[in-house]
Every structure is written in structure tokens, then in C-alpha cells.
């Protein structure tokens, strides 16, 4: 098995080109990323190894908020620290960038927050009853871009 070797051991530095920079996100530059994307990656724990799993999803009112079904998933990161990613790369240009959401993913279930939930328009991609609303809280948002 072949090993990727990180160049920064050697003390060289990692570039991405003359003319390209990598930036930190300030969190509102994250919200607008997020605001606009629709498919990300949900991190969690499942008997202590990590998962990951692609899902849609909307941002509302700052929670990152998707649907699933019943279930294994649902009973493994309610109530659980998780963490979403959402990104988009431009390999032609060599741009991109990278928004990450830590925080608490919670089953919406009080009425008046699944009636706004469902007002967002949520559609999942994946055939199948995903009718569980689920949002995260953010503990904290971070990102970068190479521009």
C-alpha cells in the first residue's frame, strides 16, 4: 500500500500556485456558501468508528437542517456531536472552497419548528420514507477557499 507522504516533513512549504491563496471564511461568508449549496457530508460516530454520509440539505435560520428516515442514523447522531461539510471545487482554475459545521445534530419534533422545517421545500435525494426531520446546532463554522 502506498502512503501519501506530506511535503511540509521535508520542511518545503504547500502551494498552491503564484497566483493562488488560501483564506480563512469570517462565518458569514460561510452562511452564504451554505445558503447556496444543497449537498454536503455528515460525519458522525456509529459504535465508535467514524461515518460519513451524503446528504441534502437547506440552512435555516443558521441550523443546518436535512431529512432521514427512521432508524439506525437517526438513533446514532441524535443528541450527538457531528460534523457537516459542504464544498465545491473548480479543478480547471484549481479553486474551491470548504465550509465545516460542528455542533449538535437534534430530531425536530415540536410542531411549530416541524411547520417551519417543512416550509423550506426539503427535498431528499434518496428514494425512501425520510420523513424525520433533523437539524444541526452549530457549535461552531469555519472555512477556507483557494482563490
Known amino acids: 500500500m502506498d502512503v501519501l507522504r506530506d511535503p511540509r ?3 518545503a512549504t504547500v502551494s498552491t500556485s503564484a497566483t493562488h491563496r488560501l483564506e480563512e471564511l469570517s462565518v458569514d461568508q460561510c452562511l452564504t456558501l451554505l445558503a447556496g449549496g444543497s449537498l ?15 446528504l441534502t440539505y437547506e440552512l435555516h435560520r443558521g441550523s443546518v437542517v436535512f ?8 438513533d446514532a447522531i441524535h443528541q450527538q456531536q ?10 480547471t482554475v484549481r479553486t474551491g472552497w470548504s ?5 449538535t445534530a437534534e430530531e425536530i419534533w415540536r410542531t411549530d419548528d416541524l411547520e417551519v422545517a417543512r416550509e ?7 428514494p425512501g420514507t425520510r420523513d424525520h426531520y433533523v437539524r444541526i446546532i452549530p ?3 469555519t472555512g477556507r477557499r483557494i482563490a
Open 9 to 11: 516533513e521535508d520542511g
Open 40 to 54: 454536503g457530508r455528515l460525519v458522525y460516530l456509529l459504535d465508535g468508528a467514524p461515518q460519513i454520509r451524503p
Open 67 to 74: 431529512r432521514i428516515g427512521y432508524g439506525d442514523l437517526l
Open 82 to 91: 457531528v460534523v457537516f461539510e459542504v464544498d465545491h471545487g473548480d479543478p
Open 99 to 103: 465550509v465545516i459545521v460542528r455542533g
Open 120 to 126: 423550506t421545500g426539503l427535498r431528499p435525494w434518496a
Open 139 to 141: 457549535k461552531s463554522i
